[in-house]
């Protein structure tokens, strides 16, 4: 049964349809307001190498990177094996039963591999029997994670982008101020500590601005978000 509704909403998942695209706006457009790109600790601006803090869900529009895990962090949460339990203990899971939803993002981490696809994309479980295969009939929280591992800036930061959706009858569509609401949900459960399979983890927060320009210009969907960016540093307690 579930598989069959999960079908049905992979069938009917949205191309993600760019909103009222007008010629001056441009995802790689430089705007003004933000800060010019600067020595980081722990991850590495992807300006500064020409990446951007908006993903390419489409040519022209994407989603914000809005949450940073350093590279200061917990060194096994850094791995792709250690990723996971981590995102587990905060309640997130991979893809119901490895059905993927939407198309897969690109981002340009500005770490030499230029546009490169998600390599994670984890959905919030409510409700630990039904797991994410819950979430994906209700809709909720998610994100997509992208590892800063190239070679010019190979720092295991991992760059999310993180979102609330609509129920999947709505087709996985972002909810009005779904950026900063999904954002803001999951530094919540990080900075209030975490476990998982005996492991605990708790977060450091550091908001940022000027990384990314507020306002709905190149977002998909034109939702506006408030251009922060929250640096998560996730140590093991
Ligand atoms: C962490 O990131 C910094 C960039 O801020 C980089 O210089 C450093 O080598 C990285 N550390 C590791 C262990 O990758
Ligand atoms: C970069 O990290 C991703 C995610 O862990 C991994 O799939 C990929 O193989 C890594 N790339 C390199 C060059 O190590
Ligand atoms: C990045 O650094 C890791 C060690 O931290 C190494 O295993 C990996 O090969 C490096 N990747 C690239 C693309 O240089």
């Known amino acids: 049964m579930l598989l069959a509704v999960s079908l049905l909403a992979l069938v009917s998942v949205t191309l993600a349809v760019p909103v009222a695209p007008g010629e001056d706006q441009q995802v790689t457009m430089l705007p003004t307001s933000l800060a010019a790109p600067k020595v980081e600790v722990g991850w590495t601006d992807p300006r500064i190498l020409g990446g951007q803090f908006i993903d390419f869900t489409t040519p022209r529009y994407g989603e914000p990177l809005n949450v940073i895990i350093s590279n200061l962090s917990d060194p096994f949460i850094l791995t792709e094996e250690g990723f996971p339990q981590y995102y587990k203990s905060i309640g997130f899971s991979e893809e119901c039963l490895g059905l993927h939803y939407g198309h897969v993002h690109k981002a340009d981490l500005g770490d030499g591999d230029g546009r490169k696809s998600e390599h994670i994309l984890a959905r919030q479980h409510y409700f630990p029997r039904w797991g994410t295969c819950w979430e994906s009939l209700v809709g909720g929280n998610h994100f997509r994670a992208w590892k800063q591992n190239g070679t010019d800036a190979n720092t295991s930061a991992w760059f999310l982008g993180v979102s609330k959706e609509k129920d999947s009858t709505k087709n996985h569509m972002i909810v009005p101020n779904g950026y ?58």
């Open 180 to 237: 900063n609401i999904g954002r803001d949900l999951l530094v919540e459960s990080a900075i209030a500590g975490s476990r998982w399979n005996g492991m605990s983890w708790i977060a450091d927060l550091e908001w940022r601005e000027g990384l990314l320009e507020p306002g709905y210009k190149g977002i998909n969907h034109a939702i506006a978000q408030d251009g922060r960016v929250a640096i998560l540093t996730v140590h093991r307690v």
